[in-house]
């Protein structure tokens, strides 16, 4: 699976820091060692013990940082989101289109689920929120043809977030057309009827259309939230900065609408 490397905020911050904190670790072994060797490096020790305090603070405060997208400021073009040349069509008259380009296969698209549903259900009348699912490898194609199948058989309540949990919590590779049906059968539907589904031209059409809108709106990395058809949401801030660059666009939107 070769996709292309998630937007650099949309990392688990946490997941670089083990490396670091092993070699602070080691770190203090060795001082510990030579302090015990010659009483005249416990300076030394202390000076190199306060470092690692300082570093790693700095270390859970810029974790902090990333992840509440504190400290950004006035939201803007260029450093919040991108504007697309060619608008992407919208889908409901008087509402503003949120689209989240998602996978199954994407861990931060897990953690960032949960939040954006929330999001969206406060969202009223106003929004039109849906997810896309995209297709960087054949992998991810199999995983966004399963998601619309979701969708078309009515699914997708039951079967959404046990696809992340399966992959990421439980180590499930879905490999295969019967590897997902496998897993979904009784889960609202049967293996046979979601392979039936699966391969009708509703949902090849589909997954036609999810993949043209991806290319359209240029999205190499997931999570990904376009705005109104028009604006493509930096994702670098952490979540709480998405989503506050969301709402300012979707208002944004609104104030420009007849």
């Known amino acids: 699976m ?28 060795t001082v510990q060692k030579m302090a015990k060797q010659n009483k005249k490096v416990t300076r030394a020790r202390n000076t190199i013990l306060s470092f690692v305090a300082v570093l790693v603070a700095t270390l859970v405060g810029f974790t902090i940082y990333v992840s509440t997208g504190i400290g950004e400021g006035e939201i803007s073009e260029g450093k ?44 009223g009348n106003q929004v039109d929120f849906r997810r896309l699912p995209v297709t960087f490898s054949p992998q991810w194609a199999l995983l966004s043809q399963a998601y619309l199948t979701f969708e078309a058989a009515g699914i997708l309540e039951e079967n959404h ?13 879905f490999l295969t057309l019967k590897a997902v049906a496998d897993f979904i059968d009784g889960r609202g539907i049967s293996t046979d009827e979601f392979i039936r589904v699966f391969n009708s031209p509703p949902v090849k059409r589909a997954v036609q259309d999810a993949d043209r809108t991806q290319r359209a709106a240029h999205i190499s990395a997931t999570p990904q939230i376009v705005v109104g058809g028009q604006y493509v949401v930096n994702m670098d801030g952490g979540q709480r900065r998405a989503l506050e660059v969301v709402e300012h666009l979707v208002a944004t939107v609104r104030s420009a609408s007849p």
């Open 2 to 29: 070769k996709p292309p490397l998630p937007i650099t905020t949309c990392l688990d911050i946490r997941a670089t820091h083990p490396l670091k904190l092993e070699q602070i670790q080691q770190t203090q072994a």
């Open 80 to 123: 919040d989101y991108r504007v697309l040349e060619n608008p992407l069509p919208q889908r409901t008259a008087g509402a503003v289109d949120v689209i989240e380009f998602f996978s199954y296969a994407c861990i931060h698209c897990k953690r960032f689920d949960p939040v954006i549903e929330a999001w969206a259900q406060n969202q």
């Open 161 to 173: 977030t046990r696809m992340f949990r399966a992959i990421h919590d439980n180590g499930r590779q």
